[in-house]
């Protein structure tokens, strides 16, 4: 048949389709829903969002005056109908919105005359910040010829004076969401070409590979990677897996297939290694190894080290069934795993330890297709692909010598710039964040954790980790008794140490003869050389220098996660410290923060080790608790405290102290003013007057913003929520004044605030000293708002307040 035979039959066929009824336009009163009134949304996702987690996450942030019905149209389409015009062009106005799992809701006027098919979800409004520009150009028509560059410009954020200039540019785009975001832009300004860096707020769910909003990993099957990487000593590029059709790497660059069946694999390591160079002879190379070759330079110590590791991880590995496993400081060489890759059926990857010391090994299970990219003695950096989605995976061990730390840091974050797929970095970084984290005699130098947290800010986020790392040891012989100088920061070692040298002006040397009489064999010379070595006085004086340290334990070991109900039937979560004692101190975490928050973990621990029991939880809307976030909520969090205390006086239990930080120490004194059976309340850090503070957060406008929307959307750092007017009222019209006048005589109460607190000032403090009858304030020096650097010094301070209070209530 030919093509105008086949043109012919389909319009015969077409001929016997006649129009059954011409439907002229209907009228409006004859209409189900005034689409006037109406939007239609859809969600942006490869996956079939549940209409009931589309239309019920998003009523409360949308704060409609009015009422609404949503009607499901199509997998993740539906009609969202409002009583409110004013509603309707609010919330269209103030997109973007998300739903359930952060994905994108795409909201456009309803339309009668378009098939559902036919409509146009392309299209989304964002703000845009533009960041690092020139100010010469932080102006308006700048701003709009930017705005038009990236989408279709629709205004600029101005200030209270109509400026445009600020940190950055702020401009309101639509931008064509089926495209890749945008995440620089070039431009000249007198002829001299620069980049500006742009910044999307309230940015949804979008593609790592490709930058497109509603992808998602698992369902996005197109290559980006078609390239070969340059090879270099940090990329090299070699397939531990030579034939697998899914690598991206050409045969040549590949060892033959006999890398496979070679039972270890050895990493040669230049000399020079630690300083990366193009020069091609520094790259790593992958060599097969009999497996019936013995080492000399394995001692025999070394092999029952081995021996030990390979029991250990062979009982364990089986019963958690793991994917990846990454071990640092093995102390083996590969001969070690040779027998054990093979009873687990695993592959590896060793990286031999020098001497009796480092060491890296890297086992996976033999379905999981795995690519070296580059490897050094504290890194081994592989692409693998895990549950159908490919990411890059880079196991650290951190320098031991500090010297060499920021030469290894830079040496993982070039890794990171050739990476154009997800990258975790997982393994031992033998690094702190902050001071507080290392308990220790001499504090680290602050270069050094600078130098750390620079390299975490380089595209990394730190990921929650729920469990405890495994700590194999490989020693057979007896553990040496060590005496740890840490110990001296216990009250009770420094007491056993007081006891014995009673006189002050004992000789030094006889003085250390003593403790270590006292403490028989535990404190070793080592120790007594340094002390000698630092102190050159009296053993008061080191004794006074030890004691001024006090010893917050780093875990807690007797946890209870409770459940419970506040009354307006919200679950409230916490977890109890139980040290088997009936009194229990209740912890109430400050704004916007959880039980988890250090400070409350770190007060339980210490409560805990005084054999006090602790129950830190979170109010509703926070944490793990039921509810939604509410700006002020102050009497409704007290409510919630009393539901707690409630709860254990019934369980027979006796409530010996509330304690609260920041906002938790607002509630704490509001409950004391409305509540009178409670004893001994402590206030970390509480503000006093509860109109202040509201500028920094909600911005200088913040009274006319909120009487013209009824809300304000606040984003600070990875946090996000919206503030009411309900819930801005009911902080205004809260009296920390007339509170504070009703608490009770009998109940003690300790405010300790810091000085150099950046958030509430240490006036407050004074304020609280003013007016609360039985009061007791305690200034830390150089303290800041979350007591990063004076952890001990706050708990020293707290728990003598509690434990006084308990013998007082025995007492009476």
Known sequence: MSTEDSLDWLCSRFAQYDIVEEIEEEDNDSKEVDLSFCLIGKVLSSRVIPHGDIVHPIQHPWGLRGSLSCKPLDNNLALFVFTSRVDKKRVQQSSPWMVEHNHLL?????????????????????????????????????????????????????????????????????LDVTKPLRPIIKAKYKGNPFLAEVK????????????IIGHSVPGYEERIMKDVPETGPWKCGISLRPHATSNPFPQRLLKP??????PSVKAHLPEDSTNPTKNAKHCLQIEEMDSNDQSSAVSKKLKINSNALSNTIDASAPKKSPLLVFLSETKCRSSAFDLLKYRLGMDCLVVDAIGNSGGLALLWRKDIPVTLCSLSRNHIDIDVTLFDVRMCITCVYGEPDTSLRPVAWSRVKSLRDDCRIPWLCIGDFNEVLSQD????????????????????????????????????????????????????????????????????????????????????????????????????GKLIEILKFYTDWHFVPSAVPRQEKITLKNRHNEKLVGVLH??????????????????????????????????????????????????????????????????????????????????????????????????????TVVNVSGRYKLDRGIAERLGNSFLEKIKKEGYIDIKSGGDSYRVTEESLTDRLNTNMHEACLQIDKECRVLTVHGSADEIIPAEDAMEFAKNIPNHTLHIIEGADHGYNSHQAELISIVLPFIEEGLQQSKIH
């Open 578 to 679: 139980d040290s088997g004692s009936v009194d229990i101190v209740v912890l109430c975490h400050g704004f916007r923060s959880s039980k988890d928050y250090k400070m409350m973990v770190n007060i339980a621990a210490a409560l805990e080790n005084k054999g006090i029991s602790a129950f830190r939880f979170d109010f509703a809307g926070n944490g793990e608790s039921e509810g939604t976030f509410q700006y002020g909520n102050y009497w409704r969090e007290v409510e919630d405290v009393r539901s707690v205390v409630e709860y254990f006086i019934g369980a027979n239990r006796r409530i010996a102290a509330i304690l609260g930080h920041s906002k938790g120490g607002n509630i704490v004194l509001l409950y004391a003013s409305k509540y009178h059976d409670i004893s």
């Open 257 to 262: 297939r006999t890398c496979r069946r070679t």
């Open 106 to 174: 795409v909201l456009i006027d309803a339309s009668d005359d378009l098939k559902i098919s036919k409509l146009d979800f392309s299209c989304c409004s964002f703000w845009v910040q533009i960041h690092d520009l020139p100010l010469g150009l932080r102006t308006a028509g700048f701003a709009e010829k930017v705005g038009n560059n990236l989408g279709r410009f629709l205004s600029v954020d101005r200030d209270a004076e109509g400026s445009v200039i600020g940190r950055f540019l702020r401009i309101k785009v639509e």
């Open 200 to 211: 999307y707020e309230r940015l949804p769910e979008y593609c790592f590979f490709c930058g």
């Open 437 to 536: 984290k290392f308990k220790g005699l001499r504090p680290r130098p602050a270069r050094q954790i600078n130098d750390f947290r620079s390299f975490l800010d380089h595209h990394l986020l730190h990921a929650q980790f729920d469990r405890t790392p495994a700590q194999l040891s490989s020693m057979q012989r007896k553990r040496r008794f060590w005496f740890k100088a840490l110990w001296v920061k216990s009250e009770d070692c420094a007491k056993d140490i007081f006891s014995v040298t009673k006189i002050a002006d004992l000789d030094l040397q006889q003085a250390l003869g003593r403790i270590r009489h006292k403490v028989s064999t535990g404190m070793s010379s080592r120790l007594t050389d340094r002390m000698k070595k630092h102190y050159s």
